[in-house]
């Protein structure tokens, strides 16, 4: 077993990268990779002018980290920023180790400034595009990375080899302090203000007014060869479009699992979702525009901000105008459903689909955004969100902490496995609100057992899509469906074959998505919604999955260098 070994200093990081500098990045066979991640306060510039941001290594975006399905990833991180912080590993599952998770308040407290954790992980049972990122605040909006997992030595990708490949890193920029505007709204009891900007790979590209093609990232194509691009949705709180001017990509992964390949001109990406295309440059050599813009689909403030990178064929001069791709309209909700509707699992006899058939624990949650009263904000109100109109309320010790070693009053395990007020979720009025309460309160699962979770928009003050994210584990995308959930009729729609398996699915605007998942691995999991926008409302819960009979079953002790809170 490799072992991979990273500084991780957090802050503004300044970063100090040995390695990788292949064009398809292979993790070498010793058994210690020493990474020096420094973390500090830094100036970046973007939208043409710097700003002190908070990052890891000194970069925008944080370094990627490279490993191999079966390696341990070693992570220092030390804090010299003037925020506690926490990283989340995005998607690796952390059989029994939710000490490594890193959700604040939920695995662990933050890492204090001046201190350093040690995350320590196994990557077991998964290769292909994951991500990290801060997890607390709204911290991510500037640290995060990609991660980057190949396959164990001597396995090819099941689809034709790319030549190269390139991290697409997509994310949102704020002129001002994040932490400011979230705080300023919070004490309005308002929605922040949006980003300024949207950017890929840190950069917001030339269709910014007054930036130049030294704020868009370049990325060089030969002639006749294929390119796998590794795209990652950081974006705080938008749904992006993403397409390349006159190139086709074909989807061969989405979470680090392998789809059934299929080819589109456009696609979309959630907060937090990973996607995997093949690109072939096969057109006329030229520089085309690689661009993102938000999907919305609802009647609020429009963000219509586009970021941009150039595909750009080598040897041509940098003189020549790039070509714009035709994105679809921010609001094209029919190409959202298409698109979502192409994704399958590759369900191959190496790589099968293994969806839960007989069920054991089934849940239905609805999500609600509302308003609760609050006398000294705008309007007399705070706006609020809640999974069965209960609005989460962070604890101020670590809920696996608590978990583990049995510590009584920081969490209860009665959060309802359906609504107490059942309603018409999408027929009544915008301005209906039903009275939200405020706890800490879980869901507990047997281990083992086999879940089906139903999550449900409503029409409670205005409807809106979601992206939810669950840790600790994959699950799979049986059935979705627009308006409200029919459980006489809708179960009989689930595809059960080879439906997408992964660790964050949007849930449609005023619509439903049912997954499933074998709840294998003993802990407290995070289960909310991916825009952070909605997070900080109170849009999120956890589960605890209880330990199993066996030894290997249960939960690791935790590691003696665990944050205190």
């Known amino acids: 077993m490799a072992a991979y070994r990273y500084f991780l200093l957090l802050g503004c990081i300044s970063f100090v990268f040995i390695g990788f500098h292949g064009l398809l990045p292979v993790p070498d066979k010793s058994p210690i990779k020493k990474y020096h991640f420094d973390v500090q306060v830094s100036n970046v510039s973007r939208l043409c002018r710097a700003k002190a941001i908070v990052t890891v290594n000194g970069r925008f975006p944080g370094p990627t980290i490279y490993a191999r399905e079966g390696d341990r990833v070693i992570v220092n991180v030390t804090n010299h920023s003037q925020y506690n912080i926490s990283i989340h590993w995005h998607g690796v599952k952390q059989y029994r180790n939710g000490w490594?998770?890193?959700?604040?308040?939920?695995?662990?407290?933050?890492?204090?400034?001046?201190?350093?954790?040690?995350?320590?992980?196994?990557?077991?049972?998964?290769?292909?595009?994951?991500?990290?990122?801060?997890?607390?605040?709204?911290?991510?909006?500037?640290?995060?990375?990609?991660?980057?997992?190949?396959?164990?030595?001597?396995?090819?990708f099941p689809f034709p080899q790319p030549d190269r490949e390139e991290e697409i890193l997509l994310g949102e920029w704020w002129n001002a302090d994040v932490e400011e505007v979230e705080r300023q709204g919070d004490s309005l009891g308002l929605p922040p203000n949006v980003s300024d900007a949207h950017t890929i790979n840190g950069k917001p590209g030339t269709l910014v007014s007054t930036c130049s093609e030294k704020h868009t990232f370049a990325m060089e194509v030969e002639s006749g060869k294929t390119y796998l691009l590794r795209i990652i949705n950081a974006a705080l709180n938008d749904e992006l479009f993403f397409a390349i001017a006159g190139h086709n990509m074909t989807v061969v992964e989405i979470d680090a699992v392998y789809t059934k390949?299929?080819?589109?001109?456009?696609?979309?990406?959630?907060?937090?979702?990973?996607?995997?295309?093949?690109?072939?440059?096969?057109?006329?050599?030229?520089?085309?525009?690689?661009?993102?813009?938000?999907?919305?689909?609802?009647?609020?403030?429009?963000?219509?901000?586009?970021?941009?990178?150039?595909?750009?064929?080598?040897?041509?001069?940098?003189?020549?105008?790039?070509?714009?791709?035709?994105?679809?309209?921010?609001?094209?909700?029919?190409?959202?459903?298409?698109?979502?509707?192409?994704?399958?699992?590759?369900?191959?006899?190496?790589?099968?689909?293994?969806?839960?058939?007989?069920?054991?624990?089934?849940l239905f949650y609805t999500i609600g955004l509302g308003r609760n009263p609050c006398p000294t904000c705008v309007n007399g109100t705070r706006l609020t969100a809640s999974l069965n109109n209960i609005s989460f309320v962070m604890p101020k010790v670590g809920l696996l902490q608590a978990h583990y070693h049995k510590i009584k009053g920081v969490f209860g395990t009665d959060f309802p496995d359906q609504p107490s007020t059942p309603f018409n979720y999408t027929g009544v009025p915008l301005t209906a609100n039903l009275k939200t309460s405020r706890g800490t309160s879980l869901t507990k699962i047997a281990y083992n057992s086999n879940v089906e979770l139903v999550l449900q928009d409503t029409?409670?003050?205005?409807?809106?899509?979601?992206?939810?994210?669950?840790?600790?584990?994959?699950?799979?995308?049986?059935?979705?469906?627009?308006?409200?959930?029919?459980?006489?009729?809708?179960?009989?729609?689930?595809?059960?074959?080879?439906?997408?398996?992964?660790?964050?699915?949007?849930?449609?605007?005023?619509?439903?998505?049912?997954?499933?998942?074998?709840?294998d691995n003993p802990g407290v999991w995070f289960l909310h919604c991916h825009l952070e926008l909605h997070t900080s409302w109170g849009l999120k819960t956890a589960l605890v999955v209880e330990d199993g009979p066996e030894s290997d079953q249960t939960v690791l002790p935790p590691p003696k260098d665990l944050p205190p809170c």
């Open 459 to 519: 029409n409670l003050l205005i409807v809106e899509s979601h992206p939810f994210h669950l840790h600790g584990y994959n699950f799979f995308v049986v059935g979705t469906g627009v308006g409200n959930f029919d459980p006489a009729k809708d179960p009989a729609k689930y595809n059960l074959i080879d439906p997408p398996e992964r660790n964050t699915v949007g849930i449609p605007t005023g619509g439903w998505t049912t997954i499933r998942f074998r709840a």
């Open 100 to 156: 490594a998770d890193g959700p604040a308040y939920i695995t662990q407290c933050p890492v204090q400034t001046g201190n350093s954790y040690i995350y320590d992980f196994k990557v077991t049972g998964q290769r292909g595009t994951l991500w990290w990122h801060a997890h607390i605040l709204w911290l991510r909006a500037t640290v995060y990375g990609a991660i980057v997992i190949m396959p164990k030595q001597g396995t090819l």
């Open 261 to 362: 390949p299929f080819t589109t001109r456009a696609l979309l990406i959630g907060p937090g979702q990973t996607t995997n295309v093949l690109v072939q440059a096969n057109q006329a050599p030229s520089r085309y525009f690689m661009a993102a813009r938000p999907f919305m689909d609802v009647p609020i403030a429009i963000d219509n901000k586009t970021a941009t990178a150039i595909l750009h064929y080598k040897g041509i001069p940098e003189t020549v105008l790039p070509l714009l791709p035709q994105l679809p309209a921010p609001n094209d909700t029919a190409f959202a459903l298409a698109y979502n509707e192409k994704l399958r699992s590759l369900n191959s006899p190496e790589f099968p689909a293994k969806v839960p058939l007989k069920i054991d624990r089934s």
